[in-house]
């Protein structure tokens, strides 16, 4: 599939994007009326590549999964207890680090996936019907809706570095007061630094630890491990 890009649109991200889709689009349509009306495998990624592609087009701030690749979603996935107790995932998008974890021995009905978009939240429901799925943003989440689970770990899929501070500080103090003692909250960032501001780790007093670098992921990404500074064995990087 052969794609012809003007020389100045790569000042203009969302037109490659929307190309990129449409192109796709295209090349599906086409090889279902090839094959009489059966759609064939994706050769690259899983179907719900298209999906999280549209998604990122609809909302390119709000929507971070669909720049994760695997080496990513192993990293931020490596340091999880599958026998620890419930893992809450913010904005798993297509599921790319849900299936990580289900890859490290995970439960399905101890995972508790928050995602904002309705779309995406109904077809996760789909992929994964033993798991809760909450559709909210991860700072609306109550205790009472988790059915009295308390997450002993939570992995994020949420491009932080896009959110205002405020909502940060709302959404991180917010995911503490749900979980167990000694969680912590496993988040990526394409950023050279944590993504929680300073400011906003001492108000709510945790500390970050860079726990992987990951120059496999398209863009390079790092992930961090917070915590509060009660828990042993954390300190700032």
């Not at 932080?160 to 960032?189: K, M, S």
């Not at 398209?218 to 042993?232: D, E, G, K, L, S």
């Amino acid at each position: 599939m052969r794609i012809r890009l003007k020389a100045d649109m790569a000042r203009r991200p969302r037109d490659v994007v929307c190309k990129l889709t449409n192109a796709v689009r295209r090349k599906i349509r086409r090889v279902k009326h090839s094959r009489g009306g059966v759609p064939a495998r994706l050769r690259k990624g899983p179907p719900e590549a298209l999906l999280g592609l549209g998604r990122f087009v609809a909302n390119p701030r709000r929507f971070g999964g669909f720049v994760s690749g695997p080496a990513l979603a192993e990293a931020i996935t490596r340091e999880i207890d599958p026998a620890a107790g419930p893992v809450l995932e913010l904005g798993p998008g297509t599921g790319v680090f849900t299936r990580a974890l289900l890859s490290r021995g995970v439960a399905e009905a101890d995972l508790i996936l928050v995602e904002a978009d309705p779309l995406l939240a109904a077809r996760l429901q789909q992929a994964f019907p033993r798991a809760r799925v909450l559709a909210c943003k991860a700072a609306r989440v109550t205790a009472a809706e988790l059915g009295g689970q308390r997450p002993a770990a939570v992995v994020s899929g949420l491009p932080l570095l896009n959110f205002p501070g405020h909502e940060v500080e709302r959404i991180v103090a917010a995911t503490f007061a749900l979980c167990t003692e000694d969680a912590a909250i496993h988040q990526f960032t394409y950023g050279p630094r944590c993504p929680v501001r300073e400011d906003i780790m001492a108000q709510l007093d945790l500390a970050a630890v860079r726990t992987a670098r990951v120059w496999r992921n398209m863009p390079p990404a790092h992930v961090y491990r917070i915590t509060r500074r009660a828990v042993p064995g954390t300190a700032s990087a």
